[in-house]
């Protein structure tokens, strides 16, 4: 539901708790409506989650960590990504999860790979590592009905200090990011804050894909961009659970899906890093649930 209309104070409340708006929301909803004419954007608030969900979402997320140090310890030159898939759904049925990618409108495998010029979602197959190769591994794990999604790039061997240098700013722009929510707080801080940074150092940062509400599906709302813009975005409220997942771009932010309807590269082949967190915000801040 989204506050759009201010309910009367005798109308029965928007919740459908059967009490009068007066009696249940209404002093609640009071502070969210200054916010709405300051021309916030109110987020529906069945996004919020209770503890209870963000504990779920936080457990599922402690498996999806694991497989991301899994796959740090075991990367290397000459292993396939189809191996890294294989290390992927092991965990995570060894685990009691569900890997979230799998059969996810129609992907085929249980997480994504994305080689040097990808974006992101990027297939798994008999592509072999090799030296100088950076990669974004993003894995997506239901435990318990929750979803949790984070991502890390991996230096395969030895690469250029170029791309070295944008592993770590993409990392630094995530952070960046992170550090702007807050509750009360204007979700287009995220964007502003980190495209700033990535331009300040000549890269790009992608507009067509962005972060997403995670929690109880694999993709709810908001959307999260990571890009500048004007006016003021969705209020942040505590209990809202989504992911920070910039994409930055050596060249330029224009992307190409590949004919597999999946693969998202860069349009003039230069490189792209991504780092992804799913994050609660709290009543203080925020925190990193994975
Ligand atoms: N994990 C990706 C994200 O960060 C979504 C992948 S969808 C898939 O939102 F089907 F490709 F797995
Ligand atoms: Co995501």
């Known amino acids: 539901m989204y506050l759009v209309k201010k309910p009367n104070r005798n109308d029965l409340c928007w919740c459908g708790s059967g009490k009068k708006y007066k009696r249940c929301h209404m002093e609640e909803d009071k502070k969210l409506y200054a916010f709405e004419e300051q021309g916030f954007i109110?987020?529906?608030?069945?996004?919020?989650?209770?503890?209870?969900?963000?504990?779920?979402?936080r457990k599922s997320g402690s498996i999806t960590n694991e497989i991301l140090n899994i796959v740090g310890e075991r990367i290397k030159v000459g292993v396939t990504t189809n191996e890294i898939d294989n290390w992927v759904s092991e965990y995570t049925i060894?685990?009691?999860?569900?890997?979230?990618?799998?059969?996810?409108?129609?992907?085929?495998?249980?997480?994504?790979?994305?080689?040097?010029?990808?974006?992101?979602?990027?297939?798994?197959?008999?592509?072999?590592?090799?030296?100088?190769?950076?990669?974004?591994?993003?894995?997506?794990?239901?435990?318990?009905?929750?979803?949790?999604?984070?991502?890390?790039?991996?230096?395969?061997?030895?690469?250029?200090?170029?791309?070295v240098k944008l592993v770590d700013a993409a990392k630094e722009a995530l952070y960046i990011g992170i550090?702007?929510?807050?509750?009360?707080?204007?979700?287009?801080?995220?964007?502003?804050?980190i495209e700033n940074y990535c331009n300040k150092l000549g890269y790009?940062?992608?507009?067509?894909?962005?972060?997403h509400g995670v929690g109880l599906k694999f993709h709810e709302e908001p959307h999260v961009d990571h890009?500048?813009?004007?006016?003021?975005?969705?209020?942040?409220?505590?209990?809202m659970v989504?992911?920070?997942?910039?994409?930055?771009?050596?060249?330029?932010?224009?992307?190409?899906?590949?004919?597999?309807d999946w693969t998202?590269?860069?349009?003039?082949?230069?490189?792209?890093?991504?780092?992804?967190?799913?994050?609660?915000?709290?009543?203080?801040?925020v925190e990193i649930l994975v």
């Open 179 to 193: 550090n702007e929510v807050k509750p009360y707080g204007d979700l287009n801080a995220v964007g502003i804050a």
């Open 264 to 285: 998202v590269v860069t349009k003039d082949g230069l490189l792209s890093a991504q780092w992804e967190h799913t994050i609660v915000v709290t009543e203080s801040g």
């Open 94 to 163: 060894k685990s009691g999860g569900i890997a979230a990618p799998l059969n996810y409108y129609g992907f085929p495998k249980s997480v994504c790979t994305s080689i040097n010029n990808v974006i992101c979602h990027g297939i798994p197959e008999d592509r072999v590592l090799k030296n100088g190769d950076i990669i974004n591994v993003d894995v997506s794990t239901i435990f318990n009905g929750y979803y949790s999604d984070a991502s890390r790039m991996f230096i395969v061997g030895e690469a250029s200090e170029n791309a």
């Open 42 to 57: 109110i987020p529906p608030l069945n996004i919020i989650k209770t503890s209870e969900q963000i504990e779920g979402i």
């Open 204 to 211: 790009s940062v992608v507009r067509d894909l962005g972060g």
């Open 242 to 260: 989504f992911t920070i997942e910039p994409m930055i771009n050596e060249g330029s932010y224009k992307c190409i899906t590949l004919e597999d």
């Open 227 to 239: 890009f500048a813009k004007s006016g003021k975005g969705v209020l942040l409220l505590p209990g």
